[in-house]
């Protein structure tokens, strides 16, 4: 009897283990309409900071029972932002890591709800400069999920580099993002 129990354990436990997987955000591709939002600040040098967050270090987020969502290669989330962001100020011709102006990203919130039909990528950062600019602004990019988890957190992952894409968009169509690059025209101006 207890051979049986054995073997139905170690079956539930394989079924479950099988059932359980990881769902990869993709590698981050950049945004034509950034790039170009960006290009209106000509002159325009800046750097960015390693992005932190109220919660550090997390590279996955569980979702439903179903399995975590994980960036692709086990960067934090914030670091995969922080990336996405230099990679579009790069290919706008603003990006220098030797500009005088950083800018610097702090997350409130990272996070997402696949709640059945209507999920949500989450996003409350806190943006500044060393020039004593700064807002916070909370971004929420909307997706439908499916009934069924597996799908539901396949979909989450899916979102998640046009959700960063629209976090992008946010912080750069922010008033206070054109001060910090005009004070940095007016840095570079005068070197």
């Not at 997987?21 to 790039?35: E, K, L, Q, R």
């Not at 600040?41 to 179903?66: D, E, M, Y």
């Not at 990528?121 to 020039?131: K, P, Q, R």
Request: glycine share 6%; net charge neutral; with cysteine.
């Amino acid at each position: 009897m207890n051979q049986i129990i054995k073997l139905f354990s170690v079956a539930l436990i394989s079924i479950y283990l099988a059932g359980c997987s990881t769902y990869m955000v993709n590698s981050y591709g950049v945004s034509v309409d950034n790039v170009e939002s960006m290009k209106t600040h000509p002159g325009t040098s800046l750097s960015v900071n390693s992005f932190k967050s109220l919660k550090p270090g997390v590279s996955s987020i569980q979702c439903r029972g179903a399995g975590p969502v994980a960036t692709p290669d086990k960067s934090t989330f914030e670091a995969y932002i922080n990336k996405a962001l230099i990679s579009e100020l790069k290919l706008a011709g603003i990006y220098s890591e030797t500009s005088p102006i950083s800018i610097d990203g702090y997350f409130e919130k990272l996070d997402f709800d696949s709640t059945i039909g209507s999920g949500k990528w989450i996003f409350s950062v806190n943006v500044s400069s060393d020039t004593g600019s700064a807002y916070t602004l909370s971004s929420i990019y909307p997706f439908s999920t499916n009934w069924v988890a597996d799908k539901a957190c396949q979909q989450v992952a899916q979102a998640f580099v046009p959700a960063v894409q629209n976090l992008i968009k946010d912080i750069i169509s922010h008033p206070q993002f054109a001060i910090m690059a005009d004070k940095s025209s007016s840095n570079t101006a005068g070197l």
